[in-house]
Structure formats: C-alpha cells, structure tokens
C-alpha cells in the first residue's frame, strides 16, 4: 500500500458525505453559539468525528449505496429532532450518526484477503 | 485420437468450427460433443445473441453437465445480464458445487451485483480447494479493486498470479489499471505489450498515458489560476512573480520535447497573466506579454537542446 491510495476514498468520502458534513457543521454552530462555546474547536469535533469514522468504514469495510442513503436520513433526522428539542442535545445526534456509520449491516464485510495469501505478502 | 471439432477448436478458428458442428448436427440433432463446440465457436465468433438461442435449444440435452451452465452463464454475462449469469452458474454449481471455474464466475458476478458477503464466501471457497487458480485470483481483485475501492488489495492478487505466472499480459494490464501512478502504469502497460503485442486496449491506454498534453494543459491551469489569484492577495510582487516565471519557462522547456510551436504560445498566455492582474488585461498588455514572451522562448529553446543533448541515451556510436 502506498499514500496515493489514500486519496481516492479520501476524497470519495468527503464528495458522498458533504450534505452530512454541514449539516453537522450548521448543527454544532447552533450548539456553540447557545451554550456559548468557542466557535472553531467546537466545528472541529464533529468534522474531524465524521471524517475518521467515515474515512475507516470505507476503507476497512464495504460501504454500500444504500448505507449511505440510511445514514443521510439518520443524521438529517435525528439533528432535526435534537435541534427541535434543544440545542444542547446536538453531540447526542451526531453519536447517533456516528453509530449508523460504524453500523455493521449484512453486506458491510470486513475488507481483507484470505490468510495465505496475507502471510505470503507480509 | 482428437475428433475434427477438437482439432478446430484448437486452432482458433471459430467460424469453420462453426460449419463443421452445424453439418454434424445436421446429420444427427442429440449428438452432445458437437452442441457444445457449437456453442463454444459461436462463443469465440462472439455471437452471443446466436450462442443464447442455441443454449437454450440445447438445455434438454446437455442440462446435466456444469460445463453447459458454466457456458451459458458466460453468454450471458457477455450480453451483460447479470441476473441471468448468477442464475446459471448458481444451477452449474448445484450438479457439482466443487467447480473451480464456476465458483470464480459466481464470486465475480455476485461481486459486481452487490451481494459482497456471498462473493468472499465463494472465492474464499474456490481459494481452499484451488489456491492457483488465476483467473478467480483476477476476478477477486477486480471486485475489491472496482467494486470496493480497494486497490491496495487487488494489487496484493494481482502479485500473486504474477508470481504463479510471471508472463501473463492480462495480469499486467489489469494490474496496470490499479496503480496509482502514471509512470508505474505505463512500465506495466510496456511489460504486457512485450508478451502480447496485439492487445489493443493495452496499446490505446499506454498511447493516452504516454501523450504529455492534458498533464501539460493541467500544469498551465494551475499556474494560470495561481497567477490570478496572486495577483488579488495583497503581496508584493517581487516575491512570487520570479518563482512563477520560472515555472512557467520550466514548462516550456519541457514542452518542448513534444512540439515546437506550443511554448511560445503558452508562455504569451501565461505571461499576460504573471504580468498584469486580470482587471487591467487589454490588447497593448497582451503584446508587451507576448514580446517578453517571445525573448524568454529564446533561452528556454536553448536550455532544450542542451538537456536533450545530454539526457538522451546514446545506446549506438554514430
């Protein structure tokens, strides 16, 4: 494996979650500015949150298109609910999200080769 | 004693293997070695709507073999029905579930329909009872290479059918398809031609990759949007202005290689942009530019020939 291989799911990543990234960004601004927490280190919780998890299900597993779709509408959702209900509960929505990410559904398998042939390589 | 059909088959020639099992069938309808190099011929000839018919003609008769299954599952799998390709190798695979050739077609096809957790099961099969069995080997790296965005892994596979067999071109090519980088694609793509000199696919993408201009035309673009935007940031442009001079004469340098009248219109564009920020862009600067143009291609030619003189390799003495 070398670092360009990195880059592809990096971006491929970034480019399928956007609509979830900001809304989690808008999210945690509405969270920062009611409970009066430092704007910046507070958007960076839930994106570098979002990105590592992420980043690992679509590497080590199979992250299929339907996935996908599912965790969108968790995480739409769920934001809508804890915005409605107070904005203090925003942290709460996005372990939610991020559980639906890590969520390990029938075709999510673990990536990996069959042992000889790890053995052989390593 | 090989039969005049085996002999054919053989020779690749699929249309006189064709005619050959036609007139056989003629003389007798139920007779089975001349169905399946029937269908094999039609295969090779590529004539998948015409091998289809006859498959299904020929179902009654040859249903209990996994060859037939196996044969039919790849018509349609050429005709690009997925569904249909599963279904028959799944039927092939229940007269004899231990079929190598069957299991990778299933892994492959169940791969590419999304079914990823029934796919590993069935290389991971085929794998125990066969561990050299190439082509299953290439059909897992396709599907962890495509369908999982995993090139990593289908490299490792890849390695491996190398190693059972070093001189496969198919195995470089596809293994050309997941590297990362251009150069490493191409000393692939030169190592598969060498073995298989007719593979057009293989020739076309080492053509594209060898072709200099879209990175040349990429290169340009960056240095024209960096001009650009250089020159909207509040900095002196004593700092940046020499660096992307440079650049901009180092790219012509090298453009130079694959034609001679091209850097001088890239650096008359580039130029105008280095020069003079956008909002004061007319035709007057657009001449200064290409005059500065004009004497920076003089050295940049020069410098050319002097790299060329000495980094071409000289394996003859003239």
Known sequence: MNAFDLIPPLLRLLINHLLLLIWYLQLFLAFAGQLDWPVVPTLLLPLLLLVGVGFWMNWAFYYPRRKLLWVHLVGFFVGVLALAVHPAWVPVALLITLAAIAYPCHQCIRLQLPGHLQEADS | ?318
């Open chain 2, 1 to 318: 004693m090989r039969s005049r059909l085996e002999v054919l088959h053989a020779l690749d020639r699929p249309e006189a293997l064709i005619t050959e099992a036609s007139q056989q069938l003629g003389e007798d309808q139920q007779q089975v070695e001349a169905q399946f190099y029937l269908l094999l011929g039609l295969i090779e000839a590529r004539r998948f709507q015409e091998a289809e018919e006859k498959a299904r003609a020929f179902q009654k008769d040859l249903g209990l073999s996994s060859f037939f299954w196996l044969l039919k599952g790849y018509i349609a799998l050429a005709s690009d029905e997925l569904k249909a390709a599963e279904a028959s190798f799944l039927e092939g695979l229940k007269l004899d579930p231990q079929d190598a050739d069957l299991l990778a077609y299933l892994g492959f096809v169940q791969g590419f329909l999304g079914d990823l957790r029934a796919s590993q099961a069935r290389f991971e099969a085929l794998l125990r009872q066969d561990p050299l069995h190439t082509q299953g080997l290439s059909f897992m790296a396709l599907v962890y290479g495509e369908v999982c965005h995993r090139p990593d892994l289908a490299r490792q596979l890849l390695h491996r059918c190398l190693q059972i067999n070093p001189q496969d071109a198919t195995i470089l090519s596809l293994l050309a398809d997941f590297e990362a980088l251009p150069w490493h694609k191409s000393r692939l793509l030169r190592q598969a031609l060498a073995f298989n000199p007719f593979d057009r696919d293989a020739r076309q993408s080492l053509k594209r990759l060898d072709s200099a201009y879209p990175r040349h035309a990429i290169l340009a673009g960056v240095q024209l949007l960096l001009a650009i935007l250089l020159h909207q940031l509040p900095l002196p442009t004593t700092y940046w202005m020499p660096v992307l001079l440079g650049s901009s004469c180092l790219q012509a340098v090298f453009l130079f290689r694959h034609n001679k009248h091209l850097p001088g219109f890239l650096l008359a564009g580039l130029l105008t942009f280095i020069f003079f920020p956008v909002q004061q862009i007319d035709l007057t600067r657009f001449f200064i530019a290409g005059g500065a143009g004009a004497l920076l291609v003089l050295p940049c030619y020069g410098l050319h020939l002097l790299l060329s003189h000495f980094f071409t390799a000289k394996d003859k003495p003239s």
